[in-house]
């Protein structure tokens, strides 16, 4: 029987060495269902399964209020006791150093600390991986639990029997994102040290790379091309971006512009639009009146992040969401905006 962990929440995140985590040098089935929380039969039995996970896509859409085109997409979702497992062993992979060029998946780091390493340099550079999940494959994952952490080798095929499907990292885990990094390592310290060779800084945020400087060298696709081929990676040539000293830089989304991050002017035309919405001067698009508050309290939070002078609007906003609430009583839960979460960098 898989016994439900209790949810234990981190106040202060301490990093420590990849020595110390539960899972190193584990050596037999016993102790490894001991840390999981699930009993050694069960396990045995969920990882002989054939139904572990759930496929199904999301299909192609333009979101009405910011006009964004979003592209289908195939999802793998773990069963629900695969994914208890799943966020156990999130839970005990977190607190494992990890490099400054890491910025996605790592506590108290984000898409705005991402650009924010960037601020100060001239031009910058960036790439994005084709099919991230997908490319990284069952071999890196498995030497990841067997090369890092010391795992016995059953050991670390069972760890990567539960944590990939057919022979890649799934789409829908929420250990997903975290565990791509430490199995894409060997190639992002390759890119890290190229960054070096040449002066710049780089940064990673799950499947969007990214190089500043004063000067990027022609040769930089090229070799940034060669060093993800290596690792069964491949960039999408049409999403490469090269930006010139005094121009307006965007990443991860976030505009760089004269040393300051800025928001896109994309994300003021979509808040006004849900603005509009809720007042009823524009179409709901089959939204309800709290999911309107919803998102744009969310959106206008994550604005505010990014810039200060957008917090007035995104408390305006968190107070209309609270109030909608009050109004719909069946629904219960945290306030969607946080001023301080996006804004910590490491």
Not at 22 to 39: D, F, M, N
Not at 255 to 272: E, Y
Not at 285 to 292: E, I, R, V, W
Not at 312 to 325: I, V
Request: proline share 5%; with cysteine.
């Amino acid at each position: 029987m898989l016994k439900k962990p209790t949810k234990r929440k981190r106040k202060c995140l301490k990093r420590y060495s990849i020595d110390q985590c539960s899972l190193y040098k584990v050596r037999s089935a016993k102790r490894l269902s001991e840390i999981l929380g699930v009993e050694k039969q069960r396990l045995d039995s969920i990882l002989k399964s054939s139904a572990k996970y759930r496929e199904f896509t999301i299909e192609e859409t333009t979101n009405p209020f910011s006009s964004k085109f979003i592209k289908s997409r195939q999802v793998q979702a773990p069963s629900d006791e695969l994914r208890r497992i799943h966020e156990r062993i999130l839970y005990l992979l977190e607190p494992i150093e990890l490099p400054n060029y890491a910025h996605a998946a790592v506590k108290g780091r984000s898409y705005r600390s991402n650009a924010a390493t960037h601020v100060n340099s001239a031009r910058m550079a960036t790439f994005d991986l084709k099919n991230f999940y997908g490319s990284t494959q069952r071999y890196l994952v498995y030497s990841f639990f067997l090369d890092n952490l010391k795992c016995s080798p059953d050991i670390a095929g069972k760890l990567t029997e539960l944590t990939t499907f057919r022979n890649a990292l799934p789409t829908g885990s929420p250990l997903s994102p975290l565990l791509s990094l430490h199995a894409a390592k060997p190639m992002l310290d390759e890119l890290s040290k190229l960054a070096q060779l040449h002066d710049l800084i780089f940064t990673c945020y799950i499947d969007d790379l990214t190089f500043s400087g004063k000067k990027i060298p022609r040769s930089l696709e090229r070799r940034v091309s060669r060093i993800v081929g290596k690792y069964n990676h491949q960039l999408s040539i049409h999403k490469t971006k090269i930006f010139d000293e005094d121009k307006p830089k965007h990443v991860t989304g976030v505009v760089i512009n004269k040393g300051k991050l800025a928001v896109p002017h994309s994300r003021f035309l979509t808040a006004r639009k849900l603005e509009l919405a809720i007042a009823g001067k524009f179409p709901m698009h089959g939204n309800s009146m709290l999911k309107l508050c919803e998102k744009l309290a969310g959106l206008l939070g994550e604005t505010a992040c990014i810039d200060p002078t957008y917090k007035k609007w995104a408390e305006k906003a968190q107070e209309d969401l609270r109030k909608a609430r009050t109004k719909d009583s069946s629904i219960v839960g945290p306030d969607s905006t946080d001023f301080g979460s996006c804004q910590q960098i490491d």
